[in-house]
């Protein structure tokens, strides 16, 4: 099973694909995750992202590409993999049409979560809170400047793969600001209808 998750920043998305994982057994790629990773360990990747993932900006489709098609090259996605925060411009998901049919791969479904924009900076402004009250260390761009930045960015540069995979007939859309528990059954009944 190879899926893509959907949606702009704060949507729920690592949320969802968490229950994904242990639903179906396959690795959650989250490119997000893989960049701070790679931020922490102080990579020359990690060095080249920190200041425009700071900022909320995107970091180049050169760099996440590689990423991803190294990660899915791994054995834990020999059975598949959700990709969460990736493609996230159409050239991405161009390159990651490419990618996939080098390795002989097929995408199952796109899931896109569909919310509201006021909400999210709501939802946004709590995550930082719950998680800086449980004494975890709040993301550097979780916060409200970052986070409309990316939000401007998910409009202008991700928002087209809605298009894009609608085009190719992949795209399954589901409504975001249900319940959790109502999306994590909207996403599973459009991956079994894929
Ligand atoms: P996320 O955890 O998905 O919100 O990603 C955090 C930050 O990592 C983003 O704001 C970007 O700076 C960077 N990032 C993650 N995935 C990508 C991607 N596919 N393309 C470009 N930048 C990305």
């Known amino acids: ?56 900006g995107l970091v180049s489709d050169e760099i996440v590409n590689q990423i991803v098609s190294e990660r899915i090259d ?42 509201d924009e006021t909400a999210l900076l709501q939802r946004i402004e709590k995550r930082a809170a719950e998680t800086a009250a449980a004494g975890n260390g709040v993301r ?14 998910y409009r202008e540069k991700t928002a087209p793969l809605s298009d894009h995979y609608h085009q190719t007939g992949e795209l399954k859309t589901v409504d975001g600001m249900a319940p959790m528990d109502e999306v994590t059954g909207a996403i599973e009944r459009a991956i079994a209808a894929a």
Request: aromatic share 4%; charged share 25%; glycine share 10%.
């Open 140 to 153: 550097a761009d979780d916060n409200p400047d970052a986070f409309k930045k990316r939000l401007v960015e």
């Open 1 to 56: 099973m190879r899926l893509i998750l959907l949606g702009p920043p704060g949507a729920g998305k690592g949320t969802q694909a968490q229950r994904l994982v242990e639903k179906y057994g396959i690795p959650q790629l989250s490119t997000g995750d893989m960049l701070r990773a790679a931020v922490a360990a102080g990579t020359g990747v990690g060095q080249r992202a920190k200041a425009v993932m700071d900022a909320g």
């Open 74 to 115: 791994q054995p834990d996605c020999a059975r598949g993999f959700i990709l969460d925060g990736y493609p996230r411009t159409v050239p991405q998901a161009k390159a990651l049409t490419a990618m996939l049919n080098e390795k002989a791969m097929q995408l199952d479904a796109v899931v896109e979560l569909k919310v």
